[in-house]
């Protein structure tokens, strides 16, 4: 027991003289994790795109202030933000990418939509978004859309307006009458509009609990990542002892080489915690999730964070040499990485290879983490799952080193 302390404090010593290889291992997740979670929507509710619409409105007219006023609307603005600007800073800032989309309302474009003339709203997108520009011409095409029904409906009522628009009262038509029509016209159509001629019910059914942010997902993967990056550095202990000579010299000793890779597993342990504790410590801030949790995943990484030291270990002892095993390690890493859902949450991948996912070593680690943050299930649920990963990692810890072992007599 003496021997595996021992070896266990040498090797976080070791690891410890290399923070290179440790502040990497927290900062690339924690930075594809800050990047992925704000380009997505952030901490809270679900992920979100909102484009900034520029408008120059050259016309000043009632039609154009119409048009302002319905892209002002409150749940239009929850997809449009919506920004006044004089027509040289318009087009300045979006030729510097400061915004999604320019429109130019021209002068004399309500006079010409009243007498349905042809006129054209100029629209320019920031080239470099493709998702908010989309959404801009959409919406911009339903208002036209919107417009061409008031004409097929008020349009001898809009050329009226149009050609008193100079004066100060209706031309050829009293205020009595001209209001008297419009009520005939919207009586017509009340039987269609008030209420609709068709209904919409959404069926959908609703989760009983909140919603799930998008960095909330992505969360555990994120800590499965820093998990993986300090497991591979410490996979390649196999061929610095070996190098070394010592080794063999383990190998002859009694029991010396068993105590040595429990050492390891142990290491495995120490290692992941210490990695994962500043990342989980931002995350919890971050997604405001409760401290009650906080040692409760400290302690399930730890335990089954060993899984992937086993698994990178394996690959070393069977590679033919050190860079070599690197090298092997490094193109399966990647790929598990990107299947098992650190860099996308499972949720949002092809049923197939969300499947994939869930037996792969570290996607068996972010499902049960995640059930736990999102509230579907306690502590409890998540633990059932340690056993079946620890004894799993015990097993290819063993197998490595009898491998080893036949490596170092060779």
């Not at 629209?123 to 801009?136: C, F, G």
């Not at 400290?298 to 002892?317: D, E, M, N």
């Not at 197939?352 to 306690?378: D, S």
């Amino acid at each position: 027991m003496r021997f595996i302390f021992v070896t266990v404090i040498k090797e976080m010593k070791r690891r410890f003289n290399d923070p290179g290889g440790l502040i990497s291992a927290i900062m690339i997740p924690l930075a594809v994790g800050f990047l992925m979670a704000t380009v997505m929507g952030g901490g809270g509710g679900q992920p979100s795109i909102k484009a900034q619409l520029l408008v120059t409105d050259l016309d000043d007219s009632f039609v154009s202030q119409g048009i302002i006023s319905a892209l002002g609307q409150d749940r239009i603005t929850d997809m449009i933000m919506l920004q006044k600007v004089d027509h040289e800073a318009g087009q300045q800032r979006i030729n510097e990418g400061d915004g999604s989309g320019h429109l130019i309302i021209p002068k004399g474009f309500g006079k010409a939509w009243l007498e349905r003339e042809e006129v054209a709203l100029q629209l320019t997108v920031n080239p470099s978004q493709s998702i908010s520009p989309r959404l801009i011409r959409e919406m911009l095409e339903s208002l036209l859309d919107l417009g061409d029904y008031l004409h097929k409906v008020f349009g001898e009522e809009l050329k009226i307006i149009a050609r008193s628009l100079d004066g100060n009262e209706l031309t050829g038509i009293s205020t009595s009458v001209f209001s008297a029509n419009i009520a005939d016209k919207i009586s017509g159509i009340a039987d269609l509009v008030f209420p609709p001629a068709m209904t919409v019910e959404d069926i959908t059914p609703q989760p009983e609990t909140a919603s799930v942010s998008f960095a909330l997902l992505m969360f555990p993967g994120i800590l499965v990542m820093a998990a993986f990056f300090a497991a591979n550095g410490q996979s390649t202990n196999f061929w610095t002892e070996k190098e070394k000579g010592t080794l063999g010299r383990w190998v002859a000793s009694p029991n010396a080489f068993f105590s040595f890779w429990i050492a390891q597993w142990f290491t495995a342990m120490l290692l992941t915690a210490v990695v994962a504790f500043p990342i989980l410590l931002a995350g919890f801030l971050y997604l405001d999730i409760r401290f009650e949790k906080f040692f409760t995943a400290l302690a399930w990484l730890a335990l089954t964070g060993p899984i992937l030291f086993s698994v990178l270990s394996l690959i070393q002892v069977l590679a033919p040499s050190k860079k070599a095993g690197g090298m092997i390690s490094t193109l399966i890493m990647f790929p598990l990485l990107m299947v098992g859902g650190s860099f996308f949450p499972t949720e949002t991948m092809p049923k197939f290879i969300a499947t994939i996912a869930q037996y792969t070593p570290n996607g068996r680690l972010v499902e049960p983490m995640k059930g736990y943050f999102t509230g579907e299930y306690g502590a409890s649920g998540m633990f059932i799952h340690v056993w079946g990963i620890m004894a799993v990692a015990l097993v290819l810890v063993l197998l490595a080193g009898w491998i080893s072992t036949r490596k170092a007599l060779a």
